[in-house]
């Protein structure tokens, strides 16, 4: 009986020897092993995973298949991710078979909680309707206006004192935390109409932007764990699961006070007077929706908009920083700009806000947001579910059941796409040759944005943000990384930095500069900058 055991035992690992030697032979990628494939290649490199993932893509060609989970039955299904930055087959993923690849179960079981079926939670005829109602508000100049309105609200009461109290004080500030709570402040104000003053001069912790944090942040713990643990986990309200229902609650019950008495403001003469241009009042003048409904619609742009924006102009600064002479064409153009429009005197162009039509002219500002995007996407890689079996334009057979994951990353870094210098920050590549025009690339080359149907809508608000915040703070002060600060990726679905971006504040002389009646108080000059690594 013992030997009869063993036999079978035997048996069975010479079996499972040859399947999976036949499984690994015709993958391509990182290395796979028995049982837990490609897994201990992600936790050895989770460091540095999108430069992981983009090193495999250089060496694949573009695309490889990899296996998470090496099981008879699981490993060609469920447990197979084909990773990809080609263009071809990034549109084919993300419009020509739109239909066949939906976020999927599992993004949607793991947000829920959060996100219910909102705009950026849901696939189908769900989303559909969604996309449709939100479209016709983004294309209105009503909703512009009031993005310009609440970041110029922002930056000129909040964020221009912090940066001038630091510089008095030849004081470091953690940009990214300062960029976090002006996002954040912004895009609640456009959402429904309502400051929670992240950004005050105290730097206050906010209970809905913190019950918000770590309701985000318990919500992607669940990637880490089999579906099966953190449902267990949820009905035993035990570690993170316990957390994020808590956070929910929190959340809820603010926006459910505010949805409640906005229904009472427009019900009662349309506000007593005052005119609502947020999302939340715009969609309650278009029918009547639930209050779940609202909510989710609500804490889904939020989610969509807050990190992006800040993250950009957190490498957007950083990049700037270690490249002089960008600095200097992007302050040239803003002083040009300025000047035909407010004159030569450097006072006036500190006076007020830029305008619609100034913002619109800086086009090598916006080349250099786009580099920046296109080196250090916000978003670095997302992933799609494969409804039914496919083959990729460039070959690839993709089973039913398995996933798809696309590198932003890596899209914005292949010699085949961008040329040889695709690792340079260089924003002429996004300039007409005679350098008066933005010229964008195809979107299914440059993917910050994403592409196809579900193309970001806020893109053109996102360029407008990160316009008027770089362009107010370069206008005032030169940023040096302070001294002994690394600067490194945080791996997380969003490319934050590891530790924050810790910079010098410094004014900047614009009568020094750029000449004129107006002249700042001088600044002592700036600690030399050491090595960063990105």
Same mark, same amino acid.
């Given at each position: 009986?013992?030997?009869?055991?063993?036999?079978?035992?035997?048996?069975?690992?010479?079996?499972?020897?040859?399947?999976?030697? +036949?499984?690994?032979?015709?993958?391509?990628?990182?290395?796979?092993?028995?049982?837990?494939?490609?897994?201990?290649?992600?936790?050895?490199?989770?460091?540095?995973?999108?430069?992981?993932?983009?090193?495999?893509?250089?060496?694949?060609?573009?695309?490889?298949?990899?296996?998470?989970?090496?099981?008879?039955?699981?490993?060609?299904?469920?447990?197979?991710?084909?990773?990809?930055?080609?263009?071809?087959?990034?549109?084919?993923?993300?419009?020509?078979?739109?239909?066949?690849?939906?976020?999927?179960?599992?993004?949607?079981?793991?947000?829920?909680?959060?996100?219910?079926?909102?705009?950026?939670?849901?696939?189908?005829?769900?989303?559909?309707?969604?996309?449709?109602?939100?479209?016709?508000?983004?294309?209105?100049?009503?909703?512009?206006?009031?993005?310009? +309105?609440?970041?110029?609200?922002?930056?000129?009461?909040?964020?221009?004192?912090?940066?001038?109290?630091?510089?008095?004080?030849?004081?470091?500030?953690?940009?990214?935390?300062?960029?976090?709570?002006?996002?954040?402040?912004?895009?609640?104000?456009?959402?429904?109409?309502?400051?929670?003053?992240?950004?005050?001069?105290?730097?206050?912790?906010?209970?809905?932007?913190?019950?918000?944090?770590?309701?985000?942040?318990?919500?992607?713990?669940?990637?880490?764990?089999?579906?099966?643990?953190? +449902?267990?986990?949820?009905?035993?309200?035990?570690?993170?699961?316990?957390?994020?229902?808590?956070?929910?609650?929190?959340?809820?019950?603010?926006?459910?006070?505010?949805?409640?008495?906005?229904?009472?403001?427009?019900?009662?003469?349309?506000?007593?007077?005052?005119?609502?241009?947020?999302?939340?009042?715009?969609?309650?003048?278009?029918?009547?929706?639930?209050?779940?409904?609202?909510?989710?619609?609500?804490?889904?742009?939020?989610?969509?908009?807050?990190?992006?924006?800040?993250?950009?102009?957190?490498?957007?600064?950083?990049?700037?920083?270690?490249?002089?002479?960008?600095?200097?064409?992007?302050?040239?153009?803003?002083?040009?700009?300025?000047?035909?429009?407010?004159?030569?005197?450097?006072?006036?162009?500190?006076?007020?806000?830029?305008?619609?039509?100034?913002?619109?002219?800086?086009?090598?500002?916006?080349?250099?947001?786009?580099?920046?995007?296109?080196?250090?996407?916000?978003?670095?890689?997302?992933?799609?579910?494969?409804?039914?079996?496919?083959?990729?334009?460039?070959?690839?057979?993709?089973?039913?059941?398995?996933?798809?994951?696309?590198?932003?990353?890596?899209?914005?870094?292949?010699?085949?796409?961008?040329?040889?210098?695709?690792?340079?920050?260089?924003?002429?590549?996004?300039?007409?040759?005679?350098?008066?025009?933005?010229?964008?690339?195809?979107?299914?080359?440059?993917?910050?944005?994403?592409?196809?149907?579900?193309?970001?809508?806020?893109?053109?608000?996102?360029?407008?943000?990160?316009?008027?915040?770089?362009?107010?703070?370069?206008?005032?002060?030169?940023?040096?990384?302070?001294?002994?600060?690394?600067?490194?990726?945080?791996?997380?679905?969003?490319?934050?930095?590891?530790?924050?971006?810790?910079?010098?504040?410094?004014?900047?002389?614009?009568?020094?500069?750029?000449?004129?009646?107006?002249?700042?108080?001088?600044?002592?000059?700036?600690?030399?900058?050491?090595?960063?690594?990105?």
């Amino acid at each position: 009986m013992e030997l009869a055991t063993v036999a079978v035992l035997l048996g069975c690992v010479a079996a499972y020897a040859v399947w999976f030697s +036949r499984l690994a032979s015709g993958l391509r990628g990182p290395r796979v092993w028995p049982v837990v494939g490609s897994l201990p290649g992600l936790v050895q490199h989770s460091e540095r995973m999108h430069e992981w993932i983009a090193d495999n893509l250089r060496g694949a060609g573009g695309t490889y298949q990899t296996c998470i989970c090496a099981v008879p039955g699981l490993a060609r299904r469920q447990g197979l991710v084909t990773v990809t930055c080609e263009p071809r087959n990034l549109e084919h993923v993300l419009r020509t078979r739109f239909e066949n690849y939906p976020k999927g179960p599992t993004w949607h079981a793991v947000f829920r909680d959060l996100l219910g079926d909102g705009i950026f939670n849901s696939d189908g005829e769900t989303w559909l309707a969604q996309r449709k109602t939100a479209a016709l508000e983004f294309t209105t100049r009503t909703l512009r206006a009031a993005m310009s +309105r609440w970041v110029s609200r922002s930056i000129h009461r909040c964020l221009v004192p912090i940066l001038k109290e630091a510089s008095a004080a030849s004081a470091a500030v953690d940009l990214q935390d300062l960029l976090l709570r002006l996002t954040f402040d912004n895009i609640c104000g456009l959402a429904f109409g309502k400051d929670p003053e992240t950004l005050a001069p105290e730097l206050p912790e906010n209970a809905f932007a913190a019950a918000f944090d770590r309701a985000t942040e318990a919500s992607l713990r669940r990637f880490i764990f089999p579906e099966m643990v953190w +449902r267990l986990k949820k009905w035993l309200r035990v570690g993170m699961e316990a957390t994020l229902a808590q956070s929910v609650a929190r959340v809820d019950g603010y926006l459910s006070a505010i949805i409640k008495a906005r229904k009472l403001e427009l019900g009662d003469g349309g506000g007593g007077g005052r005119s609502y241009d947020d999302l939340l009042s715009r969609f309650m003048k278009k029918g009547e929706y639930a209050d779940s409904f609202l909510q989710h619609v609500v804490l889904n742009f939020i989610l969509a908009g807050r990190d992006t924006s800040s993250v950009a102009l957190c490498w957007f600064f950083w990049l700037v920083s270690v490249h002089p002479a960008v600095e200097r064409r992007v302050m040239a153009e803003l002083v040009a700009v300025l000047t035909e429009s407010r004159g030569g005197d450097p006072g006036e162009w500190l006076a007020a806000p830029l305008a619609f039509e100034e913002l619109d002219r800086l086009v090598y500002l916006k080349a250099s947001l786009s580099e920046t995007l296109r080196l250090y996407p916000s978003v670095p890689e997302d992933s799609k579910y494969v409804v039914s079996d496919d083959v990729l334009p460039d070959g690839t057979f993709v089973p039913a059941g398995s996933s798809i994951t696309y590198s932003i990353y890596s899209a914005g870094r292949m010699k085949s796409v961008w040329g040889d210098d695709c690792l340079e920050f260089r924003p002429e590549r996004w300039l007409s040759p005679d350098g008066e025009r933005f010229e964008p690339h195809d979107s299914f080359k440059f993917v910050a944005f994403n592409a196809g149907p579900r193309i970001c809508l806020g893109k053109d608000l996102a360029y407008l943000q990160m316009k008027s915040v770089a362009a107010s703070v370069l206008l005032r002060h030169r940023l040096k990384v302070a001294a002994g600060h690394r600067v490194e990726q945080k791996m997380s679905l969003t490319l934050f930095m590891k530790d924050g971006l810790r910079m010098n504040v410094f004014d900047r002389d614009l009568t020094c500069e750029f000449g004129g009646k107006f002249r700042p108080e001088t600044s002592p000059s700036p600690s030399p900058v050491v090595e960063t690594e990105a």
